[in-house]
């Protein structure tokens, strides 16, 4: 009977997410077209369409650690990945307009990936290329000044390990350009949305902000450890709050 009434749950959240996408998708789209700074407009429809979603699902999001971040500074953030709730985590709780990696395979849902395809960098993590022209992409956005936002572990963690194995990319990506790494926690939304299944229910979502990471100088072993740094810093987080 519980399972029932998530189904249901879930059929009304999805269609309220469609019906939301249509109502403000041409309204995200259009001021990028207009310009290449139109994503200050594209951003208040962007948290509209994900915070009245949200809202009328039942979903809170809590945040915590806003005053690690200056709103004037580019930064790099990493986060662990545990569930597609994520999504609207990133624009609501993010007080800054942002570039994030995509799968490749969402860009070809009709609507949804040509609305956040604007504002993501698709990639194919199976091919080699396609990694290297998503971070020639990611350098661009930065050099602009664009926060970009990246989950080393490379996918969602559905293990019972508190993180998985951090990619290393994000890391050499910010000594390369000298922008700093900032962690969060995102706590509660696997318990929202659990990976393998499309059932939701309400919930609330916590996100902790971290002091950000400034890079070390270039060096054989400057990834590696600033790699491991970060990965310890973001599960410290997790487990002083979880």
């Known amino acids: ?29 259009l001021p990028l077209l207009i310009s290449d700074r139109g994503d200050k407009i594209s951003f208040v429809f962007i948290r509209l369409w994900a915070g ?3 809202a009328l699902s039942g979903i809170r ?18 986060f662990n ?4 709730i994520d999504a609207p985590m990133i624009p609501l709780c993010i007080p800054q307009e942002v570039r994030a990696i995509g799968k490749k395979e969402l860009s070809k849902i009709p609507v949804f990936g040509t609305i956040v395809g604007k504002l993501a ?15 020639d992409r990611l350098i661009v956005f ?16 559905d293990t019972k390990n508190t993180l998985l194995p951090f990619q290393r990319g994000a890391f050499r990506l910010a000594i390369e350009t000298r922008i700093p790494i900032l962690p969060m926690a995102v706590i509660g939304a696997d318990r929202i949305m ?14 902790y902000f971290s002091q950000a990471m400034m890079p070390p100088e270039n060096s054989e072993t400057a990834v590696k450890d600033f790699t491991e740094k970060g990965s310890a810093r973001l599960e410290a987080m997790i487990l002083t709050h979880e």
Request: aromatic fraction near 14%; avoid cysteine.
């Open 81 to 84: 990945h545990r569930s597609f």
């Open 194 to 207: 659990k990976r393998g299944s499309i059932l939701l229910r309400p919930g609330k979502v916590r996100v």
């Open 142 to 157: 930065l050099k602009k000044g664009i926060s970009i936002v990246v989950a080393p572990e490379g996918t969602r963690n």
């Open 61 to 78: 999001f809590e945040v915590h650690g806003l005053e690690h971040i200056d709103k004037n500074t580019s930064y790099i953030y990493i």
């Open 121 to 135: 960098v698709w990639v194919d993590r199976g091919d080699t290329e396609s990694r290297r022209l998503s971070v």
């Open 52 to 54: 009245i979603w949200a």
């Open 1 to 29: 009977m519980i399972k029932f009434f998530q189904w249901i749950y879930t059929l009304y959240s999805g269609l309220l997410f469609i019906l939301l996408m249509l109502v403000f998708g041409l309204f995200i789209i």
